[in-house]
């Protein structure tokens, strides 16, 4: 059975840093990531990342964002920094085991203000 626990949330004023973690249990996954939605917006990539730490930025963090994850404890991380409000939202952790074959986290809340 496939798990994935999210942890790292919670409020921070603009300009400041979060770091996202995210357990995965029950698989060995190709590629990991983070998406995130905010209220009333669709959900959309943050970033992502493979096995071999390829990996892919939204225009909107790059530059401020930086994902990693450890094969070991198959757990990815999001380092945030510099965050913004248009940076809040409820992000959430990704895993793929194949095209057509992928897992979501519960989502953890993200919100910064002032």
């Known amino acids: 059975q496939v798990q994935l626990v999210e942890s790292g949330g919670g409020l921070v004023q603009p300009g400041g840093s979060l770091r996202l973690s995210c357990a995965a249990s029950?698989?060995?996954?190709?590629?990991m990531g983070w998406y995130r939605q905010a209220s009333g917006k669709q959900r959309e990539l943050v970033a992502t990342?493979?096995?071999?730490?390829?990996?892919n930025y939204a225009d909107s963090v790059k530059g401020r964002f930086t994902i990693s994850r450890d094969n070991v404890k198959n757990t990815v991380y999001l380092q945030m920094n510099s965050l913004k409000s248009e940076d809040t939202a409820v992000y959430y952790c990704?895993?793929?085991?194949?095209?057509?074959?992928?897992?979501w986290g519960q989502g953890t809340q993200v919100t910064v203000s002032s």
């Open positions: 029950g698989g060995i996954f190709s590629m």
């Open positions: 990342i493979t096995r071999s730490d390829i990996t």
């Open positions: 990704n895993a793929r085991q194949s095209q057509v074959i992928e897992y």
